[in-house]
């Protein structure tokens, strides 16, 4: 790798050349990830595209008048001092604050670059460019703040995040539910079966365990091949069967943990307090989240689980 104050005026042009013709690349690849969902926002960075390809070209017109029509291939990876970029590809689905804070920070790089560029510039035309550009790259730096503005303005901003919301729901909060509930209630009847049966804490711990990561399995394959996304807009299958399995297994674990505790009598009572615990945060997420009156919510969650609960201790008693 290059250092900069090793590089040439010509290079120097070059590389600029170089990091308007990737920012451009990049704002399109933002504005393709976020057209679907919003809409509003894919306009403005298909703006700031536009804006980054008018750069390129009078950089390239200065450049050609002065050293010609070979430009050395020299990108940012070849100069020490860039901060390296993930690419957009690799970050998908592309969250809107994701977006913003990738590009001020994208832009407040490329406007330092112009800056310690035109220090460099012995012709006064192209230093004049160079300054030119870092303070319109400085107005690019409040893209984020500019974007809210503008959707605030118009409304779109509240529809944004009322899509975001959606989105959340949708991929996040609905297989991470199912998960909780499947793991915290069909958990139940094995653990307090085995713990009434045996009056073991050692013995009830095991089975939970057990119960819980098979159900985190279970739960986490079943919701990764119900369906890809595609159609729904749920989101990438195998990380909702992650989120999915993953609390499937907390939501067992939870009551299966206190009996690692010797004493059957205490472990057994802070179990059922914990079952409690989580059956009211079933109930708060039903409400908060899949607007599920909380009365309603409660009583379906809690009727369920103390079924399952009698249940196994039912079982275990016999």
């Known amino acids: 790798m290059r250092t900069f104050d090793s590089l040439s005026e010509r290079e120097i042009l070059a590389l600029a050349i170089s990091l308007e013709e990737q920012d451009g690349r990049i704002y399109g690849d933002f504005a393709d990830g976020v057209r679907e969902h919003y809409p509003s926002t894919a306009e403005a960075l298909e703006r700031m595209r536009e804006e980054e390809a008018g750069h390129r070209d009078r950089l390239l017109g200065i450049y050609r008048q002065r050293f010609g029509e070979h430009i050395p291939m020299i990108s940012r990876e070849h100069v020490r001092g860039f901060i390296a970029r993930r690419p957009v590809w690799l970050i998908r689905p592309l969250g809107l604050d994701q977006v913003r804070k990738q590009a001020a ?16 510039a012995s012709d006064v035309s192209t230093r004049q460019l160079l300054n030119d550009l870092a303070d319109e790259e400085r107005k690019h730096e409040s893209l984020a703040e500019h974007l809210e503005r503008e959707q605030e303005a118009t409304g779109q901003r509240e529809a944004e995040e009322k899509t975001q919301r959606r989105l959340f729901v949708l991929q996040v909060v609905q297989p991470g539910l199912a998960g909780l509930m499947d793991g915290s209630v069909s958990t139940l009847a094995p653990v307090f079966a085995a713990a009434f049966a045996t009056h073991n804490s050692l013995d009830a711990f095991r089975v939970g365990l057990a119960a819980s990561i098979g159900a985190g399995i279970s739960m986490g394959f079943a919701e990764a091949l119900s369906d890809d996304g595609a159609l729904t807009g749920r989101g990438h299958p195998w ?4 989120v999915c399995g993953l609390m499937a297994t907390l939501g067992g674990v939870g009551h299966t943990l206190p009996y690692l505790i010797r004493s059957f009598g205490t472990a057994t009572t802070i ?11 079933i109930s708060w997420i039903r409400k908060h989240y899949m607007d599920t009156p909380l009365l309603s919510a409660a009583f379906q969650v809690v009727v369920g ?14």
Do not use: D, H, N, P
């Open 239 to 242: 990380i909702r069967g992650v």
């Open 271 to 281: 179990a059922v307090m914990i079952v409690f615990v989580e059956l009211a945060a």
């Open 305 to 318: 689980g103390l079924l399952v609960f009698l249940t196994g201790i039912l079982i275990g008693s016999a």
């Open 105 to 120: 920070a994208m832009e407040a790089e490329t406007r330092q670059y112009y800056l310690k560029a035109a220090q460099r």
